[in-house]
């Protein structure tokens, strides 16, 4: 998944980076809400991490202005926490709101229960015919079968679990797993789809290639 992190911390930018990315997540740091229109101008994300208060404006206020053309969920960070702060945000445009500091773990959670919500999902879990694909546990289980994916795997089979029988080109896929400063080229795709290949053979799931297209996920 792709994430917009907004945040002129440095320090705690970093942070979250670094653990969303290890987790396998795309993420790109906006610094400013200028840098974050930009982004948004170029990108499609599948969540936004907004800070409050920016050096060059109020992080609410940016999104209560946006709300009509940006359908992408917020999560609202600040180190407010007084429940006037927290109504006023989400009663802007945010679907959720975390205060400073937070813990990374919680962060994740409240990451995964806004797309989860967004998507109509009331558990972090996707059938996939007979088999069903836990993203908290990153593990497919289908009969006595329990498979386990790491990072960018885990990362790319949601794109295509979340997007049953659409094909999706590198280009997509490049979009959805790495961030703007990622030295990658689209060959990177060919090695994830194998490498999931190879995970899913003994299953019902399966990448299959659409000549000239791209890829998408069927049921066998």
């Not at 170029?42 to 920016?54: G, K, N, S, T």
């Not at 998507?119 to 329990?146: C, H, P, W, Y």
């Not at 896929?173 to 290949?197: C, G, H, P």
């Amino acid at each position: 998944m792709r994430y917009l992190l907004v945040e002129d911390h440095a320090e705690l930018a970093g942070a979250v980076v670094q653990r969303l990315e290890i987790d396998g997540h795309a993420v790109d740091h906006a610094p400013d809400l200028a840098t974050a229109s930009a982004c948004l101008s170029a990108a499609e994300y599948d969540l936004i991490l907004l800070d409050v208060m920016l050096p060059d404006g109020d992080g609410r206020e940016f999104l209560a202005a946006s709300r009509d053309r940006i359908a992408t969920p917020v999560i609202m960070l600040t180190a407010r926490s007084q429940v006037s702060d927290r109504v006023g945000a989400l009663d802007q445009g945010a679907d959720d709101y975390i205060t400073k500091p937070f813990d990374f773990a919680e962060l994740e959670a409240r990451c995964r229960a806004v797309i989860r919500r967004r998507g109509g999902s009331a558990r972090n879990e996707i059938a996939l015919g007979k088999a069903v694909f836990d993203l908290t546990s990153g593990q497919l289980r289908e009969r006595d079968m329990t498979i386990e994916f790491r990072n960018r795997e885990l990362r790319l089979l949601e794109v295509f679990a979340r997007r049953p029988g659409q094909i999706l080109s590198k280009a997509q896929l490049m979009d959805r797993l790495f961030s703007y400063d990622s030295d990658v080229t689209e060959n990177a795709i060919e090695v994830y789809v194998a490498r999931l290949r190879k995970k899913l053979a003994a299953t019902s799931v399966r990448i299959e290639t659409v000549r000239g297209l791209g890829y998408r996920v069927e049921i066998a």
